[in-house]
């Protein structure tokens, strides 16, 4: 059934394969007279890239976009807005060697089974791959939230592995390839990432996404609650497999005495609940974090089965990221994007005082 | 904007406040043919009810579901299902206390900011009083899961305060009203229950949510993962906070070499994915933890700003729950529930074999 | 599959059979601040009532509007507002003739073969009861596109047999149970209508919808056009067999040089389009044109089979309406003011001028 | 808002001007499995293209359909499907006489009020241009109605001015450039239209859609009636202004006891109903009437506003149609697919017999 949408005012549907001629989307609903070129969205496709380090896969992916429509004289006109982008630098024969096997930790086995006729090339419409234009359609959103309502969303690294990062210099992360506040641990890190490299093994990580200068009452009862739509739009990026708001798993063993919120005449006194009460934004930041399963494509050998239920051993003695962690920050970035400019939209008329 | 619905195929539509007439759904897509009556629908209800136990809540609710529609001489028909629980055993006076008040931690501030017209008896439509009928909803989804297709839901407690419960025996939890898997700390739950209501303070809890005998193949690429459509649907009960599919955030320092399900002829070896591969269901069970803030109506004062943003202290010293993650077990394995019959349903047909 | 909802901001779901307990609907995405009461929707209950002449069903039908939430102190919260109307007055026994029997014209067959589980009595959910929710729904819309926008919606029979009305003294039709504009054809109806009864027939009839003071701009591209929303809209109501905007069918007929609408400065010289242009409204009245067929349930006798496939005769001898299409009037009223007060909330934000 | 998407199931969205680089969709919901390639759709894409006689536009559009994604190997693999067509042989400047003027009877002035930022040429997302994509979509589900269904779809012209259409000889309209089953009357057509053409003038038309061999029990109650979403469908096209099922508007004049269908053991004994009961398919062929406006681009002036509220004379001394009527019978035919094939999939599971 359909399911490559999301959103309900601001609604973004996608389609591409890994290694087929291009990735894609339409983006629907964004309002008229926002000024948008190619070169806006262009900025995030290029974080997001892989190749601009040692650490992500040096898979050579020129990611240009190109708005087909819904743009004209540099203004958007309210018409749905195409964007695509064509698939390079692949080898698809890389893949032959996984043609009739289910890789461990992948969705070969799952798509296999449920549509019987499967794209195995690089994990076809299960690859990492479609969220190139996540990233495409995030960059609108977080461009019509900077532009309008002054949101600005970022996200960085907190763990991999047992190195954690939680030094507050968020400004040093700008130009920092790791999204990562503590400059002095990024040496450990390196040398940490570079073993995993030489050993062929892969790591999980933590990420935190803020964003701030949020309006009071995003988000709508019961099920369309903010924060509800936020943990849908993260984990449906490929390799998270969790997600907090605010104290997240902490609350488990917090009193509810020092887990409120003091409201004082001038704002909150602190922020447990990261940002969101009811399920609707309260004004303060909200406060995000997830985790990304370690990639499952490494050299190191595991055993399996092929498509006739024959076990066989597989290893990948190919290119790997050993943290895709690392790259899954502007994709998440990009989720809480479009999830804030849906709730955005959909507050605009919410009481009438006449 | 409309925000009371839920599914896509089974589609669930809710309204009522906390201190209204009653609270009811709208239960649309259910198959004809399913014999169904509200005794089938009490059993839940029952066990979500307050007042089960010294630990929880004593305001009394009957709460007897009434099936409006929809079920013709014990059948369902096709027809869409109303489902209808008067309130009962409520004092709004007790609210008066808070008339103008904003309760830390609470719906006040963000519903009221956001609509200007609120129902602040009892937290109107932001209670958890509104669980009722997602239990009521969710036990019919679980009748079909089970009478259809075997598929069993079992919610427990994994933690409360420092308190962690990890013993194996999950039938020790059918009569047991902490949902609680180790008999032998009870007493020690117990002792820590009775210490919080006594000082008038209230704690967290982790809950873990395990449903077995899944077909492989719930759940769409790309937005709609199975995994997506399930952390949003948990992330909608009010308390929740944090969701992981699997082993969740532990991911973060594993290793790819130790995170990856081996497959066997015979299946998998092992299930650190939690029963979800690619946003789709592979048939091993699916493995959830969630976490419950702790309730902030608690006699221990704090303080907060009233409607015209003057100072006020607060404390609640009427009734309240020492934890609320007790009751919530019921409301998680519904909204479980609800999203797998969506999916049972949007799973039936995926590929054409002529 | 559920499809007993409509609208995307303003939505509205429905349930209830004709011989059930009750009908009732859940109104989701009304806007928090307006006064709203139960008197207010009483109004359009009434008009739509059967009994209210000598030619419509004599069934009575006290139907007593409940609103059960979504609305606090006279004012509309933002909640979901539930509505319930209790059934009374009817015997579902004279229902037991047709209990295995398929009637000519009505939905007994394709539900009973769809569903296999069927609710005969009355027709059950196909029956025309269905209907009071849409009304009671309607006149939340109309409320609130005529305190806040200025919107007016009329209809008016325009054609019954061979009698067409086509004076345009709107004024008229205020007190006027037939809601016809002629006053001098109403003795000619009436006879004809008497005839119909004596002679145990029925008969169509054609209406015209009139909604006036329309903003520009409602609708949206390009499948979501504000005449494809009320076509369905319109389409979804029980016995509609036939929809036209502005001149409709004449359009066949018609040359490209006389069916445009001049523009002058001051506005349209004409309104062929019937006030929809490129499915946006230009501001001029939406007119809207609808045929409903005659009831099928009437004396004169038919041939049909039962589930058995075995041919019978059949013949309602009980009251019937000789023509629906008096009472339809109310309801295409209200599911007009559903989609308008829709596509009202789906416009606030169009364009940023920033 | 969004509004350039249809369907539940299977789901259409679309994007493009006019005069933009391409117009494109993304086909979501298809079913793994089966055989598809462009050629598939190129059929009816040609069957649509102006120049295809004297009496439709020579505007060369060479309209060749790109598969984007989704198929693997000649086989759909139940990813969403990417669709694009390159616009070709247009001149932009041609249009610049309208630059600031709006043209009766098009979209112009409800789309550059509504949104401000208007791309004139050609009408840009308001072109009938968009519909090339909606045939590429609706061949795909032409072709699994037909495959797996055996459910065929036709269209054909039974009204152009007074000229009216009624033979009943389907097979001949296969290689019929008009779509007309009246083989003697084709003379008098072409001599009508020859005379409009040098007149500079337009004509609507008047369309007969029929689709046999369809199942019992597609559409849903209440308001997803598969008439219902026919008529949404439908009117979703640019010019269509009214639509019928069965007998229509005739109704309004037809009495209970000749518009019911007598069923019979073998079938029904007529089809007045036109193939829908309850909003349900009764097994019956599904027909349906509907009527294009002329088109207003004519070398006829008319007299219109430009963006300045100044009146201006107008007249289009371009190409045009002089029945756009002829080439919307491939749309209107891919539109019904789009519906039908939606509604078989949300019928795949109505009722259980265990």
């Keep these: 059934m359909a399911g490559n949408s999301i959103g309900q005012l601001f609604r973004v549907t996608t389609f591409g394969e890994s290694h087929g001629t291009c990735v894609g989307a339409i983006v629907d609903g964004v309002p008229s007279g926002i000024d948008l070129c190619e070169k806006d969205l262009q900025y995030d496709i290029n974080r997001r890239r892989p190749g601009t380090s040692n650490f992500v896969t040096p898979r050579k992916e020129l990611d240009h976009i190109k708005i087909l429509s819904g743009v004209f004289k540099g203004k958007t006109t309210g018409a749905s807005i195409g964007l695509l982008v064509m698939n390079h630098g692949y080898n ?33 419409r299960a690859s990492a791959r479609e969220t190139v234009v996540r990233v495409a359609a995030g960059a609108i959103a977080k461009k019509f939230l900077l532009d309008y309502h002054n949101i600005i969303i970022n996200g960085y690294l907190t763990q991999i592995g047992n190195i954690k990062f939680n030094a507050p210099n968020i400004l040093h992360i700008k130009n920092n390839k790791f999204y990562c506040l503590n400059k002095n641990k990024i040496y450990k890190l390196k040398k940490f990432l570079n073993t995993l490299k030489k050993s062929g093994n892969s790591v999980g990580a933590k990420i935190k996404i803020i964003a701030k200068n949020i309006p009071i009452g995003l988000g709508e009862p019961v099920f369309d609650k903010l924060n509800a739509d936020i943990a849908h739009a993260l984990m449906s990026i490929g390799a998270v497999k969790g997600i907090e708001i605010g104290e997240g798993f902490k609350f488990a063993n ?20 990261g940002g969101i009460l009811g399920g609707i934004s309260n004004g303060q930041p909200i406060v995000i974090n997830l985790v990304i399963k370690p990639t499952s494509s490494i050299k190191i050998p595991i055993k399996t089965i092929n498509y006739s239920n024959i076990s066989v051993n597989l290893s990948n003695n190919g290119r790997h990221d050993p943290c895709i962690g690392i790259r899954a920050i502007p994709v998440a970035e990009a989720m809480l994007a479009i999830v804030l400019m849906d709730h955005v939209l959909r507050q605009q008329i919410q009481y009438i005082n006449k």
């Design 254 to 273: 917090m009193l509810g005495s020092n887990s409120r919120d003091e409201i004082k005449p001038n704002g909150f006194a602190s922020n447990h609940s």
């Design 92 to 124: 698809s024969d890389e893949y032959n060697y996984i043609k009739n096997i289910y890789r461990p930790g992948h969705a070969d086995f799952t798509y296999h089974k449920k549509y019987k006729y499967y794209d195995y090339r690089g994990g076809g």
